[in-house]
Structures are given as structure tokens and as C-alpha cells.
């Protein structure tokens, strides 16, 4: 396999086997402790890849989180995460299949993408739209994601429907009655980044001509994952360019401007924990926002965990795929840093805390007792009702 | 004058595409007992043996529909009859949640199916099928 164009992009060549990434690595720090002969090491993929190897039977090129942590640290700017999708994408290519191992509920999601790909399908996904108020056309778009769907696969872990519909309700109060696309696709995140490419290009295609045939100047999404993929990916790949926006953005923004306004001061004080998206923070760099919105809303004090921001370890799994006993510890490992509730700014990472404390036995019961909840949610109900 | 030499063919027929899952100790032996009592039932029905209609994840039907199938149906033991004790009691719950899934895609309802067949009913297997590829005729294929 040709790794020459692969080395070059990524600056893989420039690496100088410190370990940094390593060190900084999640999964290497889960592995190490579970098992210290194993272990993950970014370092040693790269060293391969210098050589002219790509080993992606040991699980090394599947297994990564690509959460960026490596990147933020390495000293001679390599693009780890760029390597992994890169090699995940060339192995599918010449080798078929490559070795993702998905969830149930993953798989049935990346089926539902590849269905959406294929077919023209005319779906029936509004529902939770209900009373709020949604527009066809105009300005401001909000882009739902999967979060329709994450409600029907995982029906008794999340009801992620309703960060959708906490997010449209405090657009409504701020007088915005946002664009919904009625047959949006899924923003094809997970089959980039497992090295599904064609698949990819096809639902971003089908996303970028519904999007721009509305007159949208602005989108605002939910979803890390949606953020990152429509900012920085789909300019790459489609003919794209809307200026795109995270939600805590757009929240931090109208709480700012005093456009949405809080009930008056609840008397008790109740300490909150933030998990930092890895697309979100790793990736975009969008770390002070969803700070300033809990630290905004009254009754609520912000207390970091022990690794936070650049230095905090994400929610353990990435497109659905490679979930085992180290991904588990690492949601344990966060879970127990945190404080009585959790607050996440991605409806993945909500999924994935929220299925090990549905399904792991072992938990204790404080861990299981953490509230995991969306920034947009603890808004919507923390926010003055307007009429 | 030249007149075509081939006359303009009416358009293909639609012919559906339909998988079915059938599980080894029932219905998959109700199939083998349709064959055996010479009793035809309609060849766009394509079986694929699993060890139980349990076995049955909701992602293997949605990829037949995404790779080109028009109709999934799903058969198993009769409840209480489940070689796994429960396996066909999970696999209707699995059901279930696939039926509001390919609704909110937006797909016929009747596209995917969900039944009951024992290994004494090759009849009832055959008939099944015959049903089941005249509702996909009748749907056309998906698009």
C-alpha cells in the first residue's frame, strides 16, 4: 500500500517518537491500566506507517477514538486523527472491508445513512416538531441531525428529541422560527470517519443542494459531530459554504445579547460537570462557550473535573464503533469525576454515558445516580417563558 | 424505409426482490416441507437460515432494504415453541421498534413482516410468501 500522499498530508513524516500522543491518549491511558503488556500507542502506528507498513489487523487503525487529543499535544504538528480516517478510508478501498465493529445500535444507524445514500426516500421524521415553530424557508437553519432516530434505536436509554425541541422552543422565544429540512439526511460524520468516503460524498451532496436551495445564511446544529462535519468537511468534499455554528455558540450569543433571559435565582446552588465534546472542543476549539451558558444560568455553578478542556478525555467512543471494556472504563473513569449532573453539548456522548450506566453491572450507585443532560435542555428550563 | 429490427419491448415487468430470514428449527423446515410436498411458492422469495428468528438485528433488514431488497420478511417459531426459549419473544420486540424505524425513513409499512411459522405448516409457508410477494408487486419497487 502506497502510505506517500497519506504521510505527506498528515506530516507523519515529521514525527519524532516522543510519545506525547501517547501519553495524552485516552485509550492508550484505559488500556494501560486494564491490561499493561497492550495497549494502544498512536506513536507505534505512525513508526509503522513510516516503515511502509499500515497494521490494520492488531485493531490499531479501527480502534482509535480520533478525538484529537494527540494532535493538541504533539510537538511537531501531526494530524493523527487525519492518519486514521485517511488509512480507515484506503483499507476499505483496496481491502473491502475494514475492521469497524459497530454497536446494534450503531450499525442499524449506519445502515439508516447508507439507505439514505441509496434511496430517495421521503421521510417521516417531524414529529417532535408539534407545536413549535419551524419555517421551509429562510435565514436560519437548524440542523436536526440524527437525533430523530438515536430516540427510535435507543428507546430506552435517551430521548435525544428533545434537545432538538428544547433547542427550536428558546429559537422561538428569541423570535427565530428556524429552517427544518422534512427529508434531511444524516450528515454522513461516522461514514467519513469509517472510511466509508462514497457514502460520505453522496449524503453530503444530498444535504448541500437541500440546504442552499432554501436561501440559508446560517446553520445551527445540535451536534458536534454535524458541526464539525458541515464546517470543515463539507466545504472539502461538496460545493458548500454556509457559515455554520454550535449550538452553545448560538446559546452563549443570545444570553449575552439579552435576547433570552433566565427565571429569577433559585435558592438552592446546584454543582455541575462539563464533558467536553471531542468534536466540539479537541477539534473545533469551542471550549469557552458552553462555559459561559451553564455559568449564565442562575442556580447552576460550573466545577471542572480533574481533566478538562485540551486535556480531558472524551466520551470513548466515536461513530459507534470499536465499544469494549476500555471504552466502558473510560465513560466510568469521567462519570465518576463528575458531579451530581453531567452536562454534555452532544447527543453522542450523552448516548454513550447513558447506555453504560444502563447496562454495566458493576456500576456503583453514585455513578448511576449522575444526571448526563444537554446544555440545551438545561437552558429550555432554566429559561423565562415568554408569551 | 427502414422499419426497426427490433419491436419496442413493453417495459420489464417489475420483478420484486425479497429476503426472507426463516429460523432453522421451524420455519426453515416448514420451507423444506413445502419443497417436499410439492407445493410452489413464489421464487422472488430468497431464504436465508438463521439459528433464530432472535438472531434477527434490526441493521441486517435495514441493509437488505439499503442493498437492493424491495420486501424483508422475518419467520420463527411459534411463541413458546422457541428452540431458545425466548428467542422469538425478543425478535417481535426487536419488531416493533424496526416498524417505527422504517416508517420514520419514510418506507411502506408493508415491506417488512414478521411470522409465526411452524415446522408443521409448509402450507402456511408457502402462502406467506405468495402473500408477501404480491403485496411488494403490488407496492413496486423501492425507490
Not at chain 1, 2 to 31: H, Q
Not at chain 1, 200 to 211: P, T
Not at chain 2, 32 to 42: F, I, N
Request: net charge neutral; aromatic share 6%; charged share 25%.
Amino acid at each position: 500500500m502506497n502510505l506517500e500522499p497519506l504521510i505527506e498530508t498528515t506530516r507523519a513524516y515529521s514525527c519524532i517518537s516522543c510519545a506525547k500522543c501517547t501519553g495524552r491518549c485516552p485509550l492508550a491511558r484505559a488500556s494501560y491500566e486494564l491490561d499493561r503488556d497492550g495497549g494502544y500507542s498512536p506513536r507505534a502506528v505512525v513508526s509503522k506507517a513510516l516503515q511502509g507498513e499500515i497494521d490494520d489487523h492488531s485493531g490499531m487503525i479501527w480502534d482509535c477514538l480520533t478525538c484529537n487529543a494527540c494532535a493538541l499535544k504533539c510537538p511537531s504538528d501531526v494530524d493523527f486523527p487525519g492518519f486514521v480516517r485517511q488509512a480507515r478510508s484506503k483499507i476499505r478501498k483496496e481491502r473491502a472491508n475494514g475492521q469497524v465493529r459497530l454497536c446494534t445500535g450503531g450499525s442499524q444507524l449506519s445502515e439508516i445513512a447508507n439507505l439514505m445514500a441509496e434511496r430517495d426516500l421521503q421521510q417521516k421524521r417531524m414529529d417532535w416538531v408539534g407545536d413549535l415553530q419551524v419555517a421551509v424557508e429562510g435565514e436560519t437553519l437548524y440542523f436536526v441531525g440524527c437525533l430523530p432516530y438515536f430516540d427510535l434505536v435507543f428507546p430506552d436509554v435517551v430521548h435525544t428529541q428533545t434537545i432538538a425541541q428544547s433547542m427550536v422552543k428558546i429559537m422561538n422565544a428569541a423570535g427565530i422560527a428556524p429552517v427544518v429540512l422534512a427529508n434531511e439526511v444524516c450528515c454522513g460524520h461516522d461514514k467519513l470517519w469509517t472510511g466509508e468516503e462514497d457514502v460520505f460524498k453522496a449524503l453530503a451532496r444530498k444535504n448541500a443542494a437541500m440546504i442552499q436551495e432554501r436561501g440559508v445564511k446560517r446553520i445551527v446544529t445540535s451536534c458536534p459531530e454535524c458541526y464539525r462535519t458541515l464546517k470543515l468537511d463539507y466545504p472539502e468534499f461538496v460545493d458548500f459554504n454556509v457559515e455554520v455554528v454550535h449550538s452553545s455558540q448560538f446559546l452563549s450569543e443570545l444570553i449575552s445579547d439579552g435576547t433570552i433571559r433566565f427565571k429569577d435565582e433559585p435558592e438552592t446552588e446546584r454543582t455541575v460537570s462539563y464533558q467536553d465534546p471531542c468534536r466540539l472542543g479537541k477539534h473545533m476549539r469551542v471550549f469557552q462557550e458552553p462555559r459561559d451558558v451553564i455559568n449564565s444560568i442562575p442556580g447552576l455553578r460550573l466545577e471542572e473535573m480533574t481533566e478538562t478542556k485540551a486535556e480531558s478525555a472524551c466520551c470513548g467512543t466515536s461513530a459507534f464503533s470499536g465499544c469494549d471494556k476500555v471504552r466502558e472504563k473510560i465513560r466510568l473513569d469521567r462519570l465518576s469525576q463528575a458531579k451530581s449532573t453531567l452536562v454534555t453539548a452532544c447527543p453522542k456522548c450523552q448516548i454513550h454515558f447513558k447506555c453504560t450506566q444502563h447496562t454495566n453491572q458493576t456500576i456503583s450507585p453514585e455513578v448511576q445516580g449522575i444526571e448526563v443532560k444537554d446544555l440545551a435542555n438545561l437552558v429550555a428550563e432554566a429559561m423565562e417563558a415568554h408569551v | 424505409m427502414t422499419e426497426p429490427l427490433v419491436a419496442e419491448r413493453e417495459p420489464a415487468a417489475f420483478v420484486p426482490r425479497i429476503l426472507a430470514f426463516s429460523c432453522t428449527w421451524c420455519s426453515y423446515q416448514a420451507a423444506d416441507l413445502a419443497g417436499t410436498s410439492r407445493r410452489e411458492y413464489s421464487p422472488h422469495v430468497r431464504i436465508v437460515r438463521v439459528p433464530c428468528s432472535g438472531r434477527v438485528d434490526s441493521s441486517f433488514v435495514l441493509k437488505a432494504l439499503a442493498n437492493g431488497a424491495d420486501g424483508v420478511l422475518i419467520t420463527g417459531c411459534h411463541p413458546g415453541d422457541c428452540h431458545y426459549v425466548r428467542g422469538n419473544i425478543f425478535a417481535e420486540k426487536r419488531f416493533e421498534r424496526l416498524a417505527k424505524l422504517v416508517l420514520a425513513l419514510g418506507l411502506e409499512p408493508e415491506r417488512v413482516r414478521l411470522e409465526w411459522i411452524s415446522a408443521a405448516e409448509g402450507d402456511r409457508l408457502a402462502k406467506t410468501a405468495n402473500e408477501f410477494a404480491e403485496t411488494i408487486r403490488r407496492l413496486g419497487p423501492l425507490k
